[in-house]
Structure formats: structure tokens, C-alpha cells
């Protein structure tokens, strides 16, 4: 844990296994086995499900977890907030498609642009 620094997992190694998948059904949930036996239960929300009410959100994700579900799906969106690429000034043409000298300008452009942030 942090407190103490102690490990609570060894994470160094990640046997390669086959890939879990499972359909789920809107509103209904869905009991998926994971590799070591031990399972989890999913629940995609319904149709009618609000994810613009945060309030009903809320609701929903501590109702939940009180079931001892994990829920999936679209659960929030905040219609007022900024657009991603709005707020990361991201450029409008995918990457893929930029040439290599604007994706990497060249040191000059980085010492100026770290420049900015000094």
C-alpha cells in the first residue's frame, strides 16, 4: 500500500491468455467467469436509461454497486461541458495523415514551445 510501501500485488508478470468477450443485453445483467474462476456481473443500462441527469446517474451507479454489479455503457455525458478536441486544440485532419515534418517539427520548435512553459 502506499502508507507503508509494502507491494499489495506482484504485477511484474501477465500470463498471456485467451480473450474474455461477452454480449450484453440492454438494462439486463450478465454474469462473465474471469480466468481464475472468480466472476463478475455487468449490467449494460436500458434504453431509457438519462446519462444527461447527473443526479440519476449518481443514483443508478450506488444502486449498483450496492447489487455487487459493475455498470456499462454510455452512464454520463455532460452536454454543456467543451468538446475534447475543442479543449486539447487537437488538429481537425487525423494524424495518419499529417506529414512527418509537422508532427515532428524539429528541436527549434520544441525549445519554443517548452519555452512557454518555463
Do not use: W
Not at 31 to 58: A, E, I, Q, Y
Not at 90 to 104: A, G, H, I, K, N
Request: with cysteine; aromatic share 6%.
Amino acid at each position: 500500500t502506499r502508507k507503508h510501501k509494502l507491494p499489495v500485488i506482484e504485477a511484474d508478470f501477465v500470463p498471456h491468455k485467451s480473450e474474455i468477450t461477452a454480449r450484453l443485453p440492454e438494462g439486463e445483467a450478465t454474469r462473465v467467469t474471469l480466468h481464475d474462476g472468480s466472476s463478475v456481473v455487468f449490467r449494460k443500462v436500458s434504453k431509457d436509461f438519462d446519462p444527461t441527469d447527473r443526479s440519476t446517474v449518481l443514483a443508478h451507479l450506488i444502486e449498483r454497486q450496492g447489487a455487487g454489479e459493475i455498470p456499462v455503457g454510455l452512464l454520463y455525458m455532460n452536454e454543456e461541458g467543451v468538446e475534447m478536441h475543442e479543449a486539447t486544440k487537437t488538429v481537425d485532419r487525423p494524424l495518419v495523415d499529417l506529414p512527418y515534418s509537422e508532427l515532428c517539427p524539429g528541436s527549434a520548435a520544441l525549445e519554443a514551445l517548452q519555452k512557454r512553459y518555463v
